[in-house]
C-alpha cells in the first residue's frame, strides 16, 4: 500500500489525508507493508519531519524527492533508513 504525496504539515492536505493515513497505519500495524513517495521538493515542506511522519505512520520505504541530498545530511539519511528497517540506528 503507498501513498504518493506525503508532505509536511499534514494538516494542509486535508482531512481526507488524515483519515487514510490513520488507515494506512492500521493496516501496518496489521502487518501489511505501506510506504511513501514524498511530494516534489516545492511542496513537501519540512523533508526530515516529512521523513518522521512516514516512519511514525510504519512506512517500510520512503521515496525521496529529487533535490533530497541538499536537505537531509548522510546520518539523517541513514537514521531515517534505520528507522524504516524497524532496527536502531546506530551511536555515534
Do not use: H, W
Not at 37 to 51: E, I, N, S
Not at 73 to 92: I, Y
Amino acid at each position: 500500500m503507498q501513498n504518493n504525496s506525503i508532505r509536511y504539515p499534514l494538516e494542509k492536505m486535508g482531512p481526507q489525508y488524515g483519515q487514510m493515513y490513520r488507515k494506512m497505519a492500521e493496516a501496518s500495524r496489521e502487518g501489511l507493508t505501506i510506504g511513501f513517495q514524498c511530494a516534489a521538493m516545492k511542496r513537501v515542506g519540512d523533508l526530515g519531519k516529512t521523513f518522521q511522519i512516514a516512519v511514525d505512520l510504519g512506512a517500510s520505504y520512503v521515496e525521496a524527492p529529487g533535490g533530497y541530498e541538499k536537505k537531509l545530511t548522510r546520518a539523517e539519511l541513514e537514521s531515517f533508513d534505520a528507522a524504516l528497517r524497524g532496527v536502531k540506528a546506530k551511536e555515534e
